[in-house]
Antibody, heavy 121, light 108 residues
Framework: EVQLVESGGALVQPGRSLRLSCAAS????????MHWVRQAPGKGLEWVSGLSWNSGSIGYADSVKGRFTISRDNAKNSLYLQMISLRAEDTALYYCAKTYSATLYDAFDVWGQGTMVTVSS | EIVLTQSPGTLSLSPGERATLPCRASQSVSSSYLAWYQQKPGQAPRLLIY???RRATGIPDRFSGSGSGTDFTLTISRLEPEDFAVYYCQHYGSSPLTFGGGTKVEIK
């Protein structure tokens, strides 16, 4: 079964850092692009960041550029999101998603169930 | 950045009715890199349509997508009870990828 399982979400104070992880199984991880998408409580979907199969192509939303870093470890079938200088507006459910192809420019055909990040003092 | 506008924010319809959900882009979406997702409360989004008109695996044929350039549409030919949900369009042809604000299809 194709599966993505996010972890690492927590309650953190503004200005602190957090690292999210996404464990993939049931497919050949290094054949596909991967993304992070977030959803603030009661709000819509917001693309955060994505990267291609070999990390050769990476993109970020303007709202997180310079603060968040996406990475992957194909040997461990894992995707990561390092977040620094967290702000209250980063509070959201963070989803990991897989693309249809090796590029980051493709639709998201598999999603995890999300991990919650709450930024509050 | 390509801004996607989904209006209306809410559609009130009855089971068996046809639903037409528009998505307008602020600039042309290249090669129809446009997708539609369905999200139900407490669940992750599910891919319905990609490439503007291609149904994802396992999606019933009552769901169809059309359009090109800046105007796209998701059509549900006959609403089933399980179709009442929020629908998002997404452009994925260039960075930053963006989502529309969503249209909620609710039971009238």
């Amino acid at each position: 079964e194709v599966q993505l399982v996010e972890s690492g979400g927590a309650l953190v104070q503004p200005g602190r850092s957090l690292r999210l992880s996404c464990a993939a199984s049931g497919f050949t991880f290094d054949d596909y692009g991967m993304h992070w998408v977030r959803q603030a409580p009661g709000k819509g979907l917001e693309w955060v960041s994505g990267l291609s199969w070999n990390s050769g192509s990476i993109g970020y939303a303007d709202s997180v550029k310079g603060r968040f870093t996406i990475s992957r470890d194909n040997a461990k079938n894992s995707l990561y999101l390092q977040m620094i200088s967290l702000r209250a507006e980063d509070t959201a459910l963070y989803y990991c998603a897989k693309t249809y192809s090796a590029t980051l420019y493709d639709a998201f055909d598999v999603w995890g169930q999300g991990t919650m990040v709450t930024v509050s003092s | 950045e390509i801004v996607l506008t989904q209006s209306p924010g809410t559609l009130s319809l009855s089971p068996g009715e046809r639903a037409t959900l528009p998505c307008r882009a602020s600039q042309s979406v290249s090669s129809s890199y446009l997708a539609w997702y369905q999200q139900k409360p407490g669940q992750a989004p599910r891919l319905l349509i990609y490439g503007a008109s291609r149904r994802a695996t396992g999606i019933p044929d009552r769901f169809s997508g059309s359009g090109s350039g800046t105007d796209f549409t998701l059509t549900i030919s006959r609403l089933e009870p399980e179709d009442f949900a929020v629908y998002y369009c997404q452009h994925y042809g260039s960075s930053p990828l963006t989502f529309g604000g969503g249209t909620k299809v609710e039971i009238k």
